[in-house]
């Protein structure tokens, strides 16, 4: 099985500050094969991106993605007050796995 | 717009079967090429694949689940319904369902993800 690890596990920044968000794999992943979710308190996660970098429907593009093999980054260029959530990386490797989560909290 | 449901019984005792049904609107289950997932959340923990299904029947299980769930599916309700046995309270859980693009070859490659989720049933197991 692989394994994802997600850091930091927190990341306190400030509305309009640039939020870098890492994600590891134990094993090489498949682009095509990992995704990013966002997760608010009480909802259900929400696709942010799949294929590593592709933006899922009606993502602003300040949400982006990149990375390959074992080492992909979520990357919110200017953070707006609802982007405040927890964000999880998913991969499918013999099955799906997903990240523990990174919480990204207003300093 | 394609919606996903969610129902079933809040609360389930330890050593029964917990069924779990997720209705799908706005499309039907049977029209295209995507698997129908079931994912759950433990209280204040992160994300746990289940298993998906196609209409067909065909589907794929999370293998330490495998031995304990069933993923079934009914067209003529554009319904899919979880069943996991010999629950105990480690299966308390928000249960998701959702739509899942993996499994099936798209512009002759495979896509692993989801990008239509249930709000989510909460399952208590509890005596």
């Known amino acids: 099985e692989i394994v994802l690890t997600q850091s930091p596990g927190t990341l306190s920044l400030s509305p309009g500050e640039r939020a870098t968000l890492s994600c590891r794999a134990s094993?090489?992943?498949?682009?095509?094969?990992l995704a990013w979710y966002q997760q608010k308190p009480g909802q259900a996660p929400r696709l942010l991106i799949f294929?590593?970098?592709s933006r899922a429907t009606g993502i602003p593009d300040r949400f982006s993605g990149s990375g390959s093999g074992t080492d992909f980054t979520l990357t919110i260029s200017r953070l707006e007050p609802e982007d405040f959530a927890v964000y999880y990386c998913?991969?499918?490797?013999?099955?799906?796995?997903f990240g523990p989560g990174t919480k990204l909290e207003i300093k | 717009q394609l919606q996903l449901q969610e129902s079933g019984p809040g609360l389930a005792k330890p050593s029964e079967t917990l069924s779990l049904t997720c209705t799908v609107s706005?499309?039907?289950?049977?029209?295209?090429?995507?698997?129908w997932g079931w994912i759950r959340q433990p209280p204040g923990k992160g994300l746990e694949w289940i298993g998906s299904?196609?209409?067909?029947?065909?589907?794929y299980y999370n293998p330490p689940l495998k031995s304990r769930v069933t993923i079934s599916v009914d067209t003529s309700k554009n319904q899919l319904s979880l069943q996991l046995g010999s629950v105990t309270a480690a299966d308390t859980a928000v249960y998701y369902c959702?739509?899942?693009?993996?499994?099936?070859?798209?512009?002759?490659?495979?896509?692993?993800?989801?990008?239509?989720w249930g709000k989510g049933t909460t399952v208590t197991v509890s005596s």
């Open positions: 998913q991969q499918y490797g013999s099955s799906y796995t």
């Open positions: 294929a590593a970098s």
């Open positions: 706005g499309a039907p289950i049977s029209s295209s090429s995507y698997f």
């Open positions: 094993q090489s992943v498949s682009s095509t094969y």
């Open positions: 959702a739509r899942d693009r993996g499994f099936t070859m798209v512009r002759g490659g495979y896509f692993y993800y989801m990008d239509v």
């Open positions: 299904i196609y209409y067909n029947g065909t589907s």
